[in-house]
């Protein structure tokens, strides 16, 4: 049977949606890990990145479920929601190849403001205190201020590693929203297939 045909579509669904499995299992499980070594203690953006990796393991789930079962409807829903995805993750990849230096500087001062304990963590792991600047009224956990050595403030060394890290967020994204496009478009063409063994005679 050709590459078009019903078995082909329904194994490529399939295999799309058992990397998707493994995809948002990896997700939580290193979520899991930061949490528990110590490596993360923001609450929030654990929380994000289990959210994250339940909701595509549910989308993962009804994709498996419609492509084993033939499900018209569950299909349906997957296509949808899988659009809706690949819009989303399409513009936010785009946006991350986007940023320039000073764009990435205001966006991590806010998220730099925003979120206290990510704050720690990074002054803890980057032995560095404030982003531009240290209040010495603030609380640093860093290694220098107990050590009573001058410390560098954070936006320098974050901002080493920040074009780095949106280039491969960004990477990582644009692969996997055409994945997305990919399974909408398998999905599309496998609900408008007949099952040959539920109706032998509508290929004849």
């Known amino acids: ?20 499995t493994l995809v948002s299992l990896l997700l939580i499980g290193i979520a899991a890990w930061g949490i528990g070594f110590g490596l993360i ?27 084993v079962k033939h499900h018209q409807v569950l299909l349906f829903f997957y296509m949808i929601i899988l659009l809706l995805v690949f819009i989303v993750q399409f513009s936010v990849s785009c946006a991350c190849l986007a940023l320039n230096k000073e764009q990435q500087g205001q966006l991590l ?36 201020v107990k050590s009573g050595h001058p410390c560098l403030p954070c936006a320098p060394i974050i901002g080493e590693y920040a074009g780095e890290v949106l280039r491969f967020v960004g990477g990582i994204g644009l692969f996997f929203s055409f994945t997305e496009i ?8 496998y609900r408008n297939q007949k099952d040959p063994r539920a109706n032998p005679s509508a290929f004849l």
């Open 182 to 189: 990919l399974g909408v478009w398998l999905t599309y063409r």
């Open 41 to 67: 203690s923001s609450l929030r953006v654990v929380g994000v990145v289990i959210a994250v990796g339940i909701f595509l393991f549910l989308i993962a789930l009804v994709g498996l479920i419609g492509a």
């Open 109 to 144: 001062e806010v998220g730099w403001n925003n979120t206290a304990s990510a704050r720690n963590d990074i002054q803890r792991n980057l032995n560095c205190c404030g982003f531009r600047s240290f209040n010495p009224n603030d609380t640093c956990l860093a290694s220098c």
């Open 1 to 20: 049977m050709v590459c078009g045909g019903f078995a082909c579509s329904k194994n490529c669904l399939c295999a799309l949606n058992l990397l998707y």
